[in-house]
């Protein structure tokens, strides 16, 4: 079969590769599936950048989706049956409130999850405008490191005024948003902090900042999703995880939730196709995975074959 692989830190390359075989054949509970699409995640970026461990050569694609091939020797599902496929560890559940970095599909999920304050911020406008469309009540544009704006919370236009006093405005300020700027802003749409802090920009000053700017309300909970550098440490004081009785939860896959997901897909509740901004076939895949890197991919990108 052909496969995208990456054959060591900062080289991929699309080739034949043995198909898989179960080499003592088909357990009991076990199929054999067709691959029909796969999504491009963050962490096959830090794989490819050799950031998140692993053996090389590796095959991307941990989050795909197909058809079973083969069923079990013991079973009789439809050989047409539609499958994801869950990785194969535990996360955990979301709460009711949030601040959340990226937006738009955390948005979705917090909604979904029963939120009815959520705060998205992300240094995407586009995704910002998709998420106070998919019910982010505010939002916050962050700027790049590079860049000069200053961006204030803006309202969705559902909702009251910001704490500026308009909604969706924005101003310019001489140099990048400081740690100060931005916890006023978070002061002024939390005074008493979030009952849930999300991060899934894998950044470590983030986190740093979510716990010791107190963004997270007393018995409230930060969520880390994003992936950070392996190396990468924070400043943590444990008197102040106990005093505010802080909850700190990791989420490395969706093993817990994963049933709970596909029940919430199929009601239709979420519109999930927006969420997709880039199909391509599998000769894309290096091609795509550097533009994901420069920051051309603007949502969720997929694999089709």
Same mark, same amino acid.
Not at 175 to 183: P, Q, S
Not at 241 to 258: E, H, K, Q, W
Not at 295 to 302: T, Y
């Given at each position: 079969m052909r496969a995208a692989v990456i054959e060591q830190p900062g080289v991929v390359a699309i080739r034949d590769v043995p198909d898989p075989v179960a080499e003592r054949g088909l357990g009991p509970d076990e199929v054999e599936i067709e691959v029909k699409a796969a999504g491009l995640c963050g962490t096959d970026w830090h794989i490819f950048r050799g950031e998140h461990g692993g053996v090389y050569p590796i095959i991307p694609g941990h989050e795909f989706a197909g058809v079973v091939l083969r069923p079990a020797p013991t079973s009789t599902p439809n050989a047409s049956l539609l499958v994801l496929l869950s990785p194969p560890t535990p996360t955990s559940p979301a709460a009711s409130a949030a601040s959340v970095v990226p937006a738009a599909p955390i948005t979705i999920a917090t909604l979904a999850g029963g939120a009815t304050s959520i705060v998205a911020a992300d240094l995407r406008p586009e995704r910002l405008r998709l998420a106070r469309e998919l019910g982010a009540t505010h939002t916050v544009l962050l700027p790049k490191a590079d860049d000069s704006r200053a961006a204030k919370p803006?309202?969705?236009?559902?909702?009251?005024?910001?704490?500026? /006093? /308009?909604?969706?405005? +924005? +101003?310019?300020? @001489? /140099?990048?948003?400081? /740690?100060?700027?931005?916890?006023?802003?978070?002061?002024?749409?939390?005074?008493?902090?979030?009952?849930?802090?999300?991060?899934?920009?894998?950044?470590?000053? @983030?986190?740093?900042?979510?716990?010791?700017?107190?963004?997270?309300?007393?018995?409230?909970?930060?969520?880390?999703?994003?992936?950070?550098?392996?190396?990468?440490?924070?400043?943590?004081?444990?008197?102040?995880?106990?005093?505010?009785?802080?909850?700190?939860?990791?989420?490395?896959?969706?093993?817990?939730?994963?049933?709970?997901?596909l029940e919430l897909a199929a009601s239709g509740r979420l519109d999930l196709e927006r969420l997709v901004s880039d199909r391509e076939p599998l000769d894309a895949f290096p091609d795509l995975l550097r533009r994901y890197g420069r920051?051309?991919?603007?949502?969720?990108?997929?694999i089709l074959f």
């Open positions: 803006e309202a969705n236009r559902n909702t009251a005024p910001d704490a500026n /006093g /308009g909604p969706g405005e +924005s +101003s310019e300020n @001489a /140099g990048k948003l400081t /740690g100060d700027e931005l916890d006023e802003i978070m002061r002024a749409l939390a005074p008493d902090g979030f009952e849930l802090v999300i991060d899934a920009s894998g950044s470590p000053s @983030a986190v740093e900042m979510a716990l010791t700017r107190n963004w997270v309300t007393p018995g409230g909970v930060l969520l880390v999703f994003g992936v950070a550098p392996p190396r990468a440490r924070i400043n943590l004081s444990p008197y102040l995880v106990y005093r505010r009785d802080i909850t700190i939860v990791g989420s490395f896959a969706v093993n817990a939730t994963f049933q709970a997901a920051g051309e991919v603007l949502l969720k990108a997929q």
